[in-house]
């Protein structure tokens, strides 16, 4: 099991001003905080980083709803971190998330659900070095 996990705080939630308690709920559950950054993806970028969707219908509003203002990416390290992160953020639809978890106490939808957590450990490699070079990470 791998030590780190990649997180997107995504468009909405980052214009809510959700970011702050979103990170306060990271950190008080042991993770810290490898890279961070506010970035504002254009509809190239959000493209690749979602082709693993490339054939599915939700493609390209998913890509449209992910270049339409600014995303906080972060790194995150803790051990077990993908699984312990994937229990903390909740189930990707609000309405089964159980209470306490970051998609139940912020995300607005399905569609809309406030946070993105890798699902492996070798996606969170591949998320992590999408979006951070080496010297970005401490």
């Known amino acids: 099991m791998g030590n780190i996990t990649f997180?997107?705080?995504?468009p909405e939630a980052v214009a809510s001003g959700n970011t702050g308690a979103i990170f306060s709920k990271i950190e008080e559950a042991g993770?810290?905080?490898v890279a961070?950054?506010?970035i504002h993806l254009s509809a190239e970028r959000a493209g690749e980083f979602y082709e693993v969707h490339?054939?599915?219908p939700f493609y390209g509003e998913l890509v449209d709803y992910m270049s339409e203002s600014p995303i906080v990416a972060a790194i995150l390290e803790k051990d077990n971190a993908v699984l312990d992160f994937r229990t903390l953020i909740g189930a990707t639809n609000p309405e089964?998330?159980?209470?306490g978890t970051i998609r139940k106490e912020f995300a607005?939808?399905?569609a809309m659900n406030a946070i993105h957590g890798s699902?492996?450990?070798e996606n969170a490699n591949i998320e992590a070095e999408f979006h951070f070079s080496a010297n970005e990470r401490f």
Do not use: G, N, Q
């Open 36 to 38: 961070l950054k506010k």
């Open 31 to 33: 993770f810290r905080i």
């Open 96 to 99: 089964d998330a159980l209470e």
């Open 54 to 56: 490339k054939e599915r």
């Open 119 to 121: 699902d492996s450990d």
């Open 7 to 10: 997180t997107m705080i995504k």
């Open 108 to 110: 607005t939808s399905l």
